[in-house]
C-alpha cells in the first residue's frame, strides 16, 4: 500500500537549517510528481514547494521562496525539503504527498520547531 514516511525534523535556533526526507512506497515514484507541506495546530495543511517526476520543475510558496530547497532521488524513492535560514514562523508539521493529486493517505509527518 501507499506510504509515506518524513524524518529529519528536530528543535533549530532561528537562522538554522534541517533537511527533510520523505521516503515511499506503493506507487511508482519516478513517475509522480511530489510536494512538501505543512501544518500548524489549529489550520489547514498547506502546500509549501512541489517538484516534477525528473526533478526539473520546482515551484514554492511566498513563504518559504528563497529559504527551501525541493529535491529528490529516484534512485531511493525519496523527496528532500532542505530548510535554510530557518525563522520561528517556519514551525510546524511537516508532510510530503504526491502531485498535482494527493493519495488520501498520508505519513506521520515530521515535526519542526524553530525556537531560541
Known amino acids: 500500500q501507499v506510504q509515506f514516511v518524513e524524518a529529519g525534523g528536530g528543535l533549530v535556533q532561528p537562522g538554522g537549517s534541517l533537511r527533510l526526507s520523505c521516503v515511499v512506497s506503493?506507487?511508482?515514484?519516478?513517475?509522480?510528481?511530489m510536494r512538501w507541506y505543512r501544518q500548524t495546530p489549529g489550520t489547514e495543511r498547506r502546500l509549501i514547494a512541489t517538484?516534477?517526476?525528473?526533478?526539473?520543475?520546482?515551484t514554492y510558496s511566498d513563504s518559504v521562496k528563497g529559504r527551501f530547497t525541493i529535491s529528490r532521488d529516484n534512485d531511493k524513492n525519496t523527496a528532500y525539503l532542505q530548510l535554510d535560514s530557518l525563522k520561528p514562523a517556519d514551525t510546524a508539521v511537516y508532510y510530503c504527498?504526491?502531485?498535482?493529486?494527493?493519495?488520501?493517505?498520508w505519513g506521520q509527518g515530521t515535526q519542526v520547531t524553530v525556537s531560541s
Open positions: 504527498n504526491t502531485g498535482p493529486t494527493p493519495f488520501s493517505t
Open positions: 517538484i516534477s517526476d525528473g526533478g526539473l520543475i520546482t
Open positions: 506503493g506507487f511508482t515514484f519516478s513517475q509522480t510528481g
